[in-house]
Structures are given as C-alpha cells and as structure tokens.
C-alpha cells in the first residue's frame, strides 16, 4: 500500500509548534497547581466545587496537545497510510465531551442545593497556628488561578492561530471560561461571608452553565470536523478563504481552463481534491506536480492535495 | 484624586462589613449571645457525655458548657434519639449535636461537623497482675454490650464476652481507652482510632468558625483530660 509521505513543515511553523508544547507543558504543571490549592479550600462551597471540577477539566486539553503533539506527525505506514493527523480530533473530542458531561453534573448538584435551600458550611482550618475562616483562604487561592489561567489563555490564542490548532484553540477559550470562573467564585464566596446561603449555589450554577455552553460549542465543532466539513477557522480573528484562494491560484494557471477544489480538514492540515479541466494533455505529470507544490508554497497547510483531470466540471 | 478617595473608601465600606463575616443566614451565633441559651442535643456516650438528671457531665459535656459560657450563655441539653436530632439540628431546632459524633459520620452532607477536636482511640488492656496476651486467639476479651471493636476481636479470632456494664473483675478486655484506664486496667495495646466531633447547624458559618476556633484552643487539655496523644 502507499503511504502518504511525511509531513514537511516550515520552519517557523516548525519553532512555533515547538513554542506551542513547551507553553502546554508550563500550562498543565500551572493547572495541577491550581487544582490542588483550589481542593484544599472547597469545604462545602458548591461554587469552589464547580472551580475544582473546572481546573481538574481544564487539564485535559493541554494533555490532549501534548499526547498528539508526539503523535500527530509520525510518518503515515502501512497500517496508517493516512498517517496520524486525525489523533489531534480525537483528543479535541475527549475534551469536549468531558468539560459537556460535567457541567451537566455541577448545574444539576447547584440546581438541587437551590431547590432544597441547603446552606454551605464553610469552618475554619489551622494554618501556621492560626485559626482562619476558610473562605477568606479561597480569596488568593483564586486569585492565584485567575492569574495563572489569564495568562495561559492570553498566551494560547496567537499560537493556535498561527498553527491552526483548534484543541489549543479550545484549551485558549477554556482558560478564558476558567478565569471568569474565578471571579464569579469570588463573590460567591463574599456572598457566604455576609450571610447569604444562595449566592454560592447561585454562582456554582452559572458557572456550570458556561461550562456546559463551552462543552456544547466545542463538540459541535469537532463534530463538524469529523463530517468534513469544510476548513473553517480555529481562532475568532482567522480568516477562512483557504478554498477561494487556492481555486482563484489554480485558475490562474496557463494550462488550466477552469478549476475548483473540494477541501477538508486534518488536525492542523487541509486535504482534499483539486479538480483541473486542462486545456492541454502536454507534459501532464510535469504541471500537476508544479501545481501541487505551488498549493503547498501558497500556504503550508495544503497537505496531499489530489490533482484530478476532469472533462468539465 | 477623586478616583483615589472612592477605591479607598470601597475597601474601607467593604473591610468595615467583613469585619462581622462569616455571618449566619440563621443567626445562630446572635441568637445565643443574645437569648443566653445554647440548645444542645446530647445522647449518652460515657465517660464523654454523662447523664446527670437534666445536666450532662462528662469531658464533652464541660467543653460545650465553657464553649456556651464564653458565650454568656447556658447549656440547655435535649436529651434523646441521635438520629432526631440531627433532623432538628438540619432544620435549626438545636444549635449542636453532641455525644460520639465522629468525623466521619454519614449527616456530614447534611449538617456542618467540627473538625476533629480528639482522637480517641480503642485499647485492649488487662488487669493489674495479669500477663498481657501476646496473641487474641482463644483468649477471652470483655467489651461493653454493643461495642463495634468486638468485629476486630472477633477478626483476631478471640472470645467476645458481652457485659453490661463492663466491670472491674475482668482479665482482658478492650473499649475506649479513657473509659478503661478509668476502670483501674493496664493499657496493652491500641486497636483503633477514632475521631471525635460535634456537629453544628448547616451554613451557620459564624457559630460554626466560634465553636471550631474555641475547640483548637482547647486541643491540647482536652487531650490530656481525656489521656490520650494531643
């Protein structure tokens, strides 16, 4: 069987990927952090819960971008003629199906301390032999996660666009959700401290209502992504014009009549057919390779593109 | 300028209402240093929490009774079915349940417990004069009728020999260490560890965070009173 040949990157592409792992890598040491100062200082804070179960969640995509990261360029073989671009989709799936099916549970656990008016109790722990409330302890704990995940998430976003890299485009979103998260956990918690039972449940709700919304939009996406869809954006301010420019190239060829491509996504990579009514059969194999190799110098993610000679199209 | 003087006088409006936070959405706390009485149901757990008419003696008894003075308030004890009052206490009829409240127990979702104020710990311990028994098998060991350690004797495959009350005439027996050493025996060893807390109404944060100040102030002579490691 022939396998498809090995993914040559550019080397700037090349250096950023390599920017990309070592950002994951401080992200997910970062986010342990997080997670495990945030579960000292849950108690019985519905909201702190939610934060918890957040951080613990958020750590799945950079997991996700650092297993595929080894995986996704490995040479495509025998039994991969395809190679491994698709791993990059199945770990954007697991994420997304986790952070959907856990917000379902944290908005239905807040909904059901709501319904049955049930307070949180919030004692005291000893720290450096002295007593204090542990809801004053939640305050530069999340302080600390909102610093942390802002940050990643300012940092993220630029290198998934550039990569076209929708898990590290969705684990950039999700350190976003995750500090807004922080915020709203903080006057959950001043709530408790005035008295009032219902602003921690209230919290703990809406922000399991944006994590459910993050776990709903990110599945669709990679829902789309598995169905082909055609290449569509990872990032908000990417433009998606991959097919109109490389059609528009290819027209523009002086043996070509008229042309039109068929494109899909592959991880951080388009694939797909090129379709050329040629006006002449001269020298065929000769100008179909220069056309391929133009594609790949129009943008590095035109990947294996298929030169079909049709008739019309 | 103008900007300056709001951001300070925010921390200042904010730091003034922090200052009697955590407060209770039931006010507890309020309610006991005002009313002078701190309703407390107590079931029976000797030497801890002894009956004594309607007052309760006992080294839990005293701690929620200095707790409650602190306070300038009184105890009023309930004395009854452990399983109601927990019911009360969940919907605010008492401010504490007292009387072998473990840690652990299964209303910790459901009502607000201390952290552990003592360890207490099962002991096996013998007469004085007698050779403590290296191994349990076949060896008889008396409990108090309805003990949960006679499954670890029974484990260690020794006699279990049920008595009530468990008296001072027996060769080898096991049951709380305050309680045994109490009765004039000889400590062999410990077979298990348990921790002890009181339980306080849910969400009532500022009687909960009182109580659990005063219990670690108290660490350490409720240790010793009741003979156990700090």
Redesign the interface.
């Known amino acids: 069987m022939k396998a498809r040949p090995r993914v040559e990157l550019p080397p700037d592409v090349e250096a950023t990927f390599a920017r990309a792992m070592r950002l994951e890598w401080l992200s997910l040491v970062l986010m342990i952090s997080t997670a495990v100062l945030v579960y000292a200082t849950i108690s019985?804070s519905q909201a702190m819960k939610a934060v918890f179960v957040e951080d613990a969640l958020s750590l799945i995509p950079p997991i996700a971008f650092l297993i595929t990261g080894r995986i996704r360029w490995r040479t495509p073989n025998e039994r991969f003629p395809y190679g491994y671009h698709r791993s990059v989709t199945i770990g954007y799936l697991c994420s997304a199906v986790a952070l959907l099916s856990l917000g379902l549970l944290i908005l239905f656990e807040a909904l059901m301390t709501l319904v049955h008016r049930?307070?949180?109790?919030?004692?005291?722990l000893?720290l450096f032999g002295h007593?204090i409330?542990i809801?004053w302890l939640a305050y530069p704990v999340l302080l600390y996660s909102i610093a942390c995940e802002y940050t990643m998430g300012r940092m993220k976003q630029p290198l998934a666009k550039e990569l076209h890299d929708k898990t590290l485009a969705a684990d950039g979103r999700m350190n976003r959700a995750d500090w807004m998260t922080g915020v709203a956990a903080m006057l959950g918690m001043t709530g408790?401290?005035?008295?009032?039972?219902w602003a921690d449940a209230v919290t703990a709700a809406l922000i399991a209502f944006e994590i459910v919304r993050d776990g709903w939009e990110n599945l669709k996406e990679v829902l789309t992504d598995i169905m082909d869809e055609v290449p569509t954006k990872a990032d908000e301010e990417e433009r998606a014009d991959w097919a109109a420019k490389l059609r528009d190239h290819v027209r523009g060829l002086d043996w070509v009549r008229d042309a039109d491509v068929r494109l899909r996504e592959e991880g951080n990579l388009f694939t797909g057919e090129v379709y050329v009514v040629p006006r002449t059969l001269d020298r065929a194999e000769e100008r179909g390779a220069e056309l391929i190799r133009s594609a790949r110098a129009l943008d590095w993610r035109f990947y294996e593109l298929e030169l079909v000679l049709v008739e019309k199209l | 300028m103008l900007r300056r003087m709001q951001i300070v006088l925010l921390v200042v409006s904010l730091a003034a209402?922090?200052c009697d936070?955590?407060?209770?959405?039931?006010?507890t706390l309020t309610r006991v240093r005002r009313g002078g009485v701190l309703n407390a149901g107590a079931s029976e757990d000797p030497p801890f929490l002894v009956r004594r008419g309607d007052d309760a003696v006992g080294i839990e008894a005293a701690l929620i009774k200095d707790f409650a003075a602190r306070n300038g308030a009184h105890v009023h004890w309930v004395w009854g079915a452990q399983e109601t009052q927990f019911r009360a206490l969940e919907k605010y009829q008492l401010d504490l349940v007292a009387g072998a409240v473990s840690a652990k127990t299964l209303w910790k979702k459901?009502?607000?417990v201390?952290?552990p104020y003592l360890e207490s710990t099962t002991i096996l311990a013998c007469r004085r004069g007698v050779v403590p028994p290296t191994d349990l098998r076949d060896v008889e060991v008396a409990i108090e009728d309805g003990d949960p350690i006679g499954a670890e004797i029974e484990k260690q495959h020794g006699n279990v020999k049920r008595m009530h009350p468990l008296d001072v005439n027996q060769n080898v027996v096991a049951g709380n260490r305050t309680r045994i050493l109490g009765l004039g025996y000889v400590f062999v060893e410990t077979l298990q560890r348990e921790k002890r807390s009181l339980a306080?109404a849910?969400?009532?944060?500022?009687f909960?965070?009182a109580l659990?100040?005063f219990l670690?102030q108290r660490h350490d002579a409720i240790a010793n009173a009741a003979g156990e490691q700090p």
Do not use: C, K, M, Y
């Open positions: 019985h049930e307070h949180p109790s919030i004692g005291v000893g007593q409330w809801g408790i401290a005035f008295g009032w039972w | 209402l922090a936070a955590p407060r209770d959405p039931e006010e459901r009502v607000a201390t952290r306080t849910p969400g009532e944060n500022a909960l965070q659990e100040v670690a």
